[in-house]
């Protein structure tokens, strides 16, 4: 079921060019899920989050990518959460432009790919040039299924999942 609604105030460049959309989807493991999204079709602001039709307590979740089957693991991330890579010293914490989102571990994987690419191009730094290189050769080999990786997902809202067997569920107090 998705509801929108077109023709909203956008909140940046205050056009009436905001859609808002609100999708229940049922995330298997996990159940059923709400997705919201407000688009502006001008200035191109997007903002999403995904919550959980019932309310959770706080968790930590922790897999560990070891095979190349893996990226096809399905993540759920609310705004709230955090995602750590330990062994690529990355996290990305929440914050007012934090945004949830379905994905798989390949669609995280990627995302932190385009971080260390940016990082890369935009400086002149030999030192931060060599350092990407080889985060992006790891991330390679992880996607691979050559390279172990762990992935850390903690939420307050609980509105997270990492939807596998072998994920570890903390809850958090």
Same mark, same amino acid.
Not at 51 to 57: G, P, Y
Not at 61 to 72: G, L, Q, R, V
Not at 88 to 116: C, H, M, T, W, Y
């Given at each position: ?19 808002l959309r609100e999708e229940e989807i049922d995330v298997p493991h996990f159940g ?31 897999? =560990? $990518? !070891?095979?190349?089957? *893996?990226?096809?693991?399905? /993540? ?5 959460? &955090? ?20 994905? =798989? $571990? !390949?669609?995280?994987? *990627?995302?932190?790919?385009? /971080? ?5 191009? &935009? ?15 790891k991330l390679r080999k992880v996607k691979w299924g050559d390279q172990a990786l ?24």
């Amino acid at each position: 079921m998705v509801d929108e609604i077109n023709g909203e105030l956008c909140p940046f460049c205050n056009k009436k060019t905001l859609t808002l959309r609100e999708e229940e989807i049922d995330v298997p493991h996990f159940g059923k899920t709400f997705v919201f999204s407000m688009t502006c079709s001008e200035c191109n602001f997007n903002k999403s989050d995904v919550e959980a039709a019932e309310r959770k307590d706080p968790v930590k979740i922790t897999f =560990n $990518i !070891e095979k190349e089957e *893996d990226m096809k693991v399905r /993540i759920v991330k609310s705004s709230e959460a &955090s995602i750590k890579v330990p062994g690529l010293k990355i996290d990305v914490r929440p914050g007012p432009a934090s945004i949830g989102f379905v994905s =798989n $571990i !390949e669609g995280v994987l *990627d995302k932190f790919q385009g /971080i260390i690419e940016g990082q890369r191009d &935009s400086t002149d730094d030999a030192a931060i040039k060599k350092k990407a290189k080889n985060l992006l050769k790891k991330l390679r080999k992880v996607k691979w299924g050559d390279q172990a990786l762990k992935l850390i997902i903690e939420d307050p809202s609980g509105n997270s999942a990492i939807v596998s067997e072998r994920a570890e569920i903390k809850k958090l107090k």
